[in-house]
């Protein structure tokens, strides 16, 4: 079989696997099986989720260049789109469990006076709380490369703009990690982990910048000779 | 006509009634796994909230009941919530860890030391430190420095009770607990995300306080091994990680214990841990907590709501400093 035919085949499995963690939460939860907290446990496990996508996100390329296998290329934007769609997961629960929960209800739940106290507290959590303010921020950088993730959008503003836009998510797979470090009471093995792959995917694209810059700036003679 | 004596037995060398009524459970429990593992089921099931618990589960004979300033009429929460959701960082981190794991806790026999500034220093066979106090049915409130929060129905007896028959010195101002340390029964110790052994501390008159338990049970059984079998603090004014677990030694003392938590992060937790809605913790409100089981978040109770009984132990001391 060609790659191309492969991956034609591939991309709908792959789909349907980036959607088994989403179909065991909603499993877990009509099972009673999300532990005595499960509102929790869904933050936790989107969070988790979100994180694991952009590090895969971000593994495509240096594994691409690594292996040769040109094809994974095509997987990438997936990837990422399922990152921003657990990221959106994490964030919405949020929102309700954590913020919209901890409401008092002056005129009643459907009330304006209601959507003006939820933004009041979210905004004040993303202003007072640093972990808050980091994993905001990692969220809505992920916003606008949702939005440009069609080949319509690659067309608009030009390959290299969009390239240029796209490097936001080293800005959201660092916020991240920052923010599940310090979230963490002791623990930090998690977020060790993620803090080691995050660094090494970002280091190499470090070593690869740097080394094809000096290769840019040498004059075309030293080049040939070398 | 000679009469032999019979010989003085201790009682932790009796076959513990626990272990002894536990066979049945180990042989149910055997039985499933066995029926599971032959039609595949157990895999699929997974640990679902209904099945049966893998800790046998022993009732304690005479049970009297509290006064009624000591039992709130609030709903307990489930057996189910309140022996599943646990932080218990020696078996792991995670909420479901303990109960998964602390199965390799031996909780009998049991010794816990007497020590430090105290007229009768001593080790205990548990059951003999137990057997002079009459135990009761006390229903707490429980809230973790997390901000979510259980009603709990143990069993126990005052410390107070405890203190009384030990005497400690009158240059003694501190209490100290501490853990069970080792790594065969707690495997959560191999790793260190905390200081082991964990310790804890009270001030004499917080442990002298008639709130103060020593627990030995929940819901009319013997503690499950993840709730901090055999014999733990129970502080209901306090945040949950005051309440020491699995004590085997109770240490009287004239300096301020420096307690397992504080040790790791002494700007976000400190020696008295009492539960205050004015006072954050550095990275979350304290203002609100959830009651495991609901959705919307209840306003958390200055000292969780025993403020009538305990707020006179703290005139005088700032407690935003004295967090």
Redesign the interface.
């Known amino acids: 079989m060609s790659p191309d035919r492969m991956v034609r085949w591939a991309k709908p499995v792959v789909f349907a696997g980036a959607l088994l963690p989403l179909a065991f939460m909603i499993w877990a939860g009509l099972h009673g099986n999300l532990t005595a907290d499960p509102l929790k446990e869904v933050t936790h496990e989107t969070g988790d989720w979100t994180i694991r996508f952009i590090v895969i996100t971000l593994a495509i390329t240096p594994v691409r260049r690594l292996t040769g296998w040109n094809w994974l290329i095509r997987f990438r934007r997936m990837m990422g789109l399922f990152a921003f769609f657990y990221g959106s997961c994490h964030f919405l629960i949020y929102v309700i469990a954590d913020r919209f929960a901890g409401l008092d209800f002056p005129d009643g739940i459907v009330a304006w006076s209601t959507g003006r106290a939820l933004l009041a507290s979210i905004w004040d959590d993303i202003y007072k709380r640093p972990y808050i303010t980091v994993g905001f921020l990692g969220f809505v950088s992920m916003i606008p490369l949702a939005l440009t993730s069609t080949a319509g959008w690659i067309r608009r503003i030009g390959g290299r703009n969009w390239q240029r836009l796209h490097r936001l998510i080293y800005v959201t797979a660092v916020a991240g990690v920052v923010h599940y470090w310090w979230l963490v009471k002791a623990d930090i093995r998690d977020p060790a982990i993620y803090a080691v792959l995050v660094t090494l995917l970002l280091g190499y694209r470090a070593t690869f910048f740097v080394k094809r810059a000096r290769l840019q700036r040498q004059p075309a003679q030293a080049r040939a000779r070398a | 006509m000679l009469v032999k004596k019979s010989s003085d037995i201790p009682s932790s060398e009796i076959t513990d009634k626990k272990l002894y009524l536990g066979r049945r459970e180990f042989l149910q429990a055997a039985a499933v796994t066995a029926a599971g593992a032959a039609t595949g089921t157990l895999v699929l099931g ?5 099945a049966a618990p893998s800790w046998p589960r022993v009732k304690i004979p005479n049970i009297q009941k509290a006064p009624p300033a000591f039992t709130t009429t609030e709903k307990p ?1 489930t057996y ?2 309140i022996t ?2 646990n932080n218990f ?1 020696e078996f792991g ?1 995670e ?2 860890d303990p109960s998964q794991n602390a199965g390799s806790l031996k909780p009998s026999p049991w010794t816990v030391k007497i020590d430090g500034l105290v007229d009768k220093p001593a080790d205990y066979h548990l059951e003999d430190l137990i057997k002079p106090y009459a135990l009761e049915d006390r229903v707490y409130r429980h809230r973790c420095v ?1 901000a ?1 929060s259980l009603v709990i129905p143990w069993v126990g007896f005052p410390l107070a009770s405890l203190i009384k028959t030990v005497q400690p010195k009158t240059t003694a101002k501190f209490v100290e607990f501490t853990t069970l340390y080792n790594l065969q029964q707690m495997p959560g110790q191999r ?1 260190d ?2 200081r082991w052994p964990y310790v804890e501390g009270l001030r004499l008159d917080e442990a002298m306080h008639p709130l103060t338990l020593l627990a030995v049970g929940v819901y009319g059984e013997y503690l499950p091994n993840q709730n901090g079998a055999p014999m733990r603090l129970v502080i209901p004014w306090k945040y949950g990680f005051k309440g020491c677990k699995s004590i085997v030694k109770i240490r009287f003392t004239d300096k301020q214990p420096l307690n397992t938590w504080q040790l ?2 002494p700007s976000e937790y400190g020696f008295y841990a009492n539960v205050n809605p004015s006072v954050d913790h550095p ?2 409100s304290q203002a ?1 907590e ?1 009651r ?2 609901e ?3 209840r306003p958390t109770l200055m000292f969780n709501g025993y403020g009538d009984q305990v707020a006179s132990l703290y005139t005088g001391l700032d407690l935003k400093k004295n967090f």
């Open positions: 997974g640990s679902s909230a209904e929460n189910n919530d599943t959701y960082y981190t909420k479901g997390e979510w790793s995300v905390l790791s992060a990275r979350w609100r959830r495991i089981g959705f919307f978040k």
